[in-house]
């Protein structure tokens, strides 16, 4: 069955140093993934999403993922962290039958 | 704003009840899916229309129920009302119902079952 483990429930971050929220996935073949977030009482928003094309997938906000097959890892990753950022982060695959499987999400805070 | 709106935006009903969520899909899309997001949790798939039919279900007993309008517009409807259903309702419509597709969020209905 398809599946995502986010590693965290939460992760920390001073303003300016960079980001890192674990996922790993669980898949019988090259699966859809995608980063989503969501920020207190607002909808989900696509951050970026792999489609079997490039490995390296920029998103916005200055967001990236890697997909590592020979991991089945698809870590989100930022440079320089903003205060903006703090919010709830799901990593998602997308099973052909569109059952979209979220993982339990990543709680990012970011200190001043 | 992703255009998907949903109302109620929050609602509180007694065990037993009957409830319906309404979406409204950004325009040019023909797929709406529908999530439950229990407090502290990931958001999981309840079921997916498409062009009026349904398009797949994922682990919900069957008292959840859906509908899709011509204008493909969506209802989800819940029987029975327990307290385990208390939870914010997403709706996502993407422009087709594809593997890769983006799925863009409503706010959601936060629901309170008492």
């Known amino acids: 069955a398809q599946s995502v483990t986010q590693l965290d429930s939460h992760v920390s971050v001073s303003e300016g140093t960079p980001v890192l929220l674990r996922c790993n996935y669980s898949s019988s073949y090259s699966p859809s993934l995608f980063w989503y977030v969501q920020h207190p009482n607002k909808g989900l928003q696509l951050l970026l999403k792999y489609t079997s094309a490039a490995t390296l997938v920029k998103g916005i906000n200055g967001f990236e993922a890697e997909f590592k097959k020979s991991e089945t890892s698809f870590h989100l990753t930022k440079p320089s962290a903003h205060m903006s950022d703090a919010a709830e982060y799901f990593c998602v695959v997308n099973p052909y039958n569109n059952d979209m499987r979220f993982g339990a999400g990543t709680r990012l805070t970011v200190k001043p | ?114």
């Open chain 2, 1 to 114: 704003e992703t255009g998907v709106t949903q109302s109620p935006t929050h609602l509180i009903k007694t065990r037993g009840q009957q409830v319906t969520l309404r979406c409204s899909s950004q325009s040019g899309h023909n797929t709406v899916s529908w999530y439950q997001q229990a407090l502290g949790q990931g958001p999981q798939f309840i079921f997916q229309y498409y062009r009026e039919e349904e398009n797949g279900r994922g682990n919900f007993p069957p008292r959840f129920s859906g509908l899709q309008f011509p204008n493909y517009s969506s209802e989800l409807n819940v029987n029975a009302l327990e307290l385990d259903d208390s939870a914010l309702y997403l709706c996502a419509s993407s422009f087709s119902r594809g593997w890769d597709t983006e799925a863009f969020f409503g706010q959601g209905t936060r629901l309170t079952v008492v």
